[in-house]
């Protein structure tokens, strides 16, 4: 299981080094969650501030999108060196479009569903997808309750695509991530129990052991 820190839960008085600490202790992607005030009821950030952190590690930057037109900002994410960028089918960007936008860029495209969001959204583009990100909270906030019924959608969607990487976000702690790692999912993001742990790099190290212990045989971690 890979693990994905948000920083939406960090100090941002000091996001730089925040990002530092967390790629020191074990963090396999850094979660960027952008949003627009408008897709979701909350601001965060834009490219100028990924711009400006994307020196503090080496580790891939996971840009989640929740923003009305990601289209229109693809190129700024790219140029501000986003790996991958996870965009939400419900926004009012073309999908196909976008999809391609992001690729043509060099970065993976990614699409977020929403959890009152059908798997079956997703089924046109999956060939054409890096990963699926399907929210395990509704999208806005961190620090909210992991819905275990998303499981379903996650077994939908890697049933559709055999070995699809599925990314889970919203509510991961020790518990909910076996119940993720045995539903086949790949990456995990969490925010409130890695950034708010008194020890970061144990609670990594936690819950990547969790995972382990509950993953079905035979499943891979990504790489
Ligand atoms: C919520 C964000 C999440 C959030 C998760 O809309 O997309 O990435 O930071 O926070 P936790 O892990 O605290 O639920
Ligand atoms: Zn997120």
Excluded at 39 to 60: E, H, Q, S, Y
Excluded at 176 to 205: L, N, P
């Amino acid at each position: 299981m890979l693990i994905a820190p948000s920083v939406l839960a960090s100090d941002f008085s000091k996001l730089g080094s925040e990002i530092e600490r967390i790629s020191a202790c074990g963090a396999d992607w850094i979660h960027l969650d952008g949003m627009d005030g408008r897709f979701v009821p909350n601001l965060t950030f834009g490219a100028p501030v990924i711009a400006a952190v994307r020196k503090c590690t080496d580790k891939p930057f996971d840009v989640h999108l929740m923003i009305e037109e990601p289209l229109r900002y693809v190129p700024d994410f790219l140029k501000a060196g986003a790996d991958i960028i996870s965009f939400h089918i419900e926004s009012k960007s073309d999908p196909a479009e976008t999809i391609a936008a992001i690729r043509r860029g060099g970065a993976k495209a990614a699409i977020a569903v929403k959890p009152g969001t059908p798997a079956e959204a997703v089924f046109p583009y999956l060939e054409d997808l890096y990963m699926v990100l399907v929210m395990t909270v509704e999208p806005g906030f961190g620090g909210q309750s992991f819905m275990e019924d998303m499981m379903d959608k996650v077994r939908a969607l890697r049933a559709r695509r055999p070995g699809l990487l599925v990314q889970v976000d919203g509510g991961i702690q020790e518990k909910t991530v076996r119940v993720a790692a045995r539903a086949g999912v790949g990456v995990c993001v969490a925010g409130t129990s890695v950034f708010r742990a008194k020890d970061a790099g144990a609670a990594i190290a936690a819950l990547k052991k969790a995972a382990e212990e509950a993953a079905p045989e035979g499943e891979e971690t990504p790489c």
